[in-house]
């Protein structure tokens, strides 16, 4: 095999809690995390020699070792001693700097991509193991689907998979930095905590409307005040229909859960014809053995 195509899944967080610093300078995280039907394209091709080429479509987009996908090639090559480099065309359409993970899907499916391309038959486990020191969310994003993510985000446990809906993505114009947003966050008796627990038992119900009256995201405290448009996305995203509305990650995209695909639809139509979100999608969730909706 010479050639192989992948797809890079992005991610929406469910429900986002930071339980504590920790004295190292991390966070202590527990997310519920759910794969989209949102990717990315990589095509890998094996090179005649030893170097890592990365063509993407964006141009503002480094394709050195700034670019996790290269850092995860490079990782393979020196793990495993392969002496073919490889040619990695990285065709992006999940919005960067937006709290969806597409850095670190693009680095997971790198690792799985060369896994097979160089027919090197680790198991999952194995290729997490190595995602983690690309970064907290690699190791997620080669788990995909629903899942507990827990420590720095590291420690992950999959769960039932959630309820199927169909989900609105919008992104402002904006880009937020996830360490501006952590080093603000300030957590104290005041800090209003989403319930990790009760979504957990409300997915394991398979009780949609249960668990969407349940998500948070504790970063929103510091996003959506340096960036009142992020509310005012959530704000119409609930006046066109969705059942709950909330911002992913550090930011600033927003998604909105649907229960119905008219309304989802008409609001992909006001969003895409209007000046709140400068990236919009209308998608659903991605899990193991589920079908498009």
């Avoid at 919005?95 to 597409?102: D, E, I, T």
């Avoid at 991509?113 to 983690?132: C, Q, T, V």
């Avoid at 114009?173 to 627990?197: F, G, M, R, W």
């Amino acid at each position: 095999m010479d050639t192989i195509k992948i797809k890079a899944y992005a991610k929406i967080n469910l429900g986002l809690d930071v339980v504590r610093k920790r004295e190292d300078g991390y966070h202590e995280v527990r997310m519920i995390m759910q794969t989209i039907n949102l990717y990315d394209k990589l095509t890998i091709n094996k090179n005649i020699d030893s170097t890592i080429r990365l063509i993407t479509n964006l141009n503002y987009l480094p394709t050195d070792e700034n670019n996790l996908s290269y850092k995860a090639a490079a990782l393979m090559m020196k793990e495993y001693n392969l002496n073919q480099g490889v040619t990695i065309q990285l065709d992006k359409k999940i919005p960067v700097a937006a709290g969806l993970a597409g850095g670190s899907s693009d680095a997971a499916a790198t690792l799985w991509g060369l896994n097979r391309l160089f027919e090197l038959n680790l198991p999952k486990d194995e290729l997490m193991r190595l995602g983690l020191k690309l970064g907290a969310d690699v190791p997620y994003c080669i788990m995909r689907g629903t899942a507990l993510s827990e420590g720095i985000g590291e420690v992950l446990t999959p769960i039932k998979a959630f309820p199927r809906c169909h989900v609105l993505i919008v992104k402002p114009a904006l880009s937020v930095s996830t360490k501006y947003v952590y080093e603000n966050l300030k957590l104290n008796e005041y800090t209003k905590h989403p319930d990790i627990e009760g979504i957990l038992i409300a997915i394991k119900n398979n009780d949609l409307y249960g668990a969407v009256n349940l998500f948070g995201n504790v970063l929103e405290s510091v996003t959506e005040k340096e960036y009142p448009i992020i509310k005012d996305i959530k704000d119409y995203m609930l006046e066109l229909g969705a059942i709950t509305s909330l911002m992913s990650g550090s930011g600033p995209t927003v998604f909105g859960i649907f229960d119905n695909l008219h309304k989802a639809e008409n609001a992909f139509y006001q969003f895409k014809n209007g000046d709140l979100g400068k990236q919009v999608f209308l998608t659903d969730l991605f899990n193991p053995g589920y079908k498009v909706l």
